[in-house]
């Protein structure tokens, strides 16, 4: 009985480490893509400042 409980521990803890290894990868995936997307953002907001500038500058 305590080596079937074992084995259930075992399994069980196996399990738990790898969904906190998937977790930990798709939280990493995800501040990446959101890093990534608040840089486009904020690079395409510059862009149409100086384009709001230019528009103005020539009228």
Do not use: G, R
Request: glycine fraction near 0%; include cysteine.
């Amino acid at each position: 009985m305590p080596f079937i409980f074992s084995i259930y521990l075992v399994s069980f803890s196996s399990s738990f480490c790898l969904l906190s290894s998937f977790l930990s990868i798709s939280l990493i995936i995800l501040f990446t893509s959101l890093e990534n997307f608040l840089y486009a953002s904020s690079s395409l907001a510059k862009f149409s400042k100086e384009e709001l500038f230019w528009i103005k500058s020539i009228s």
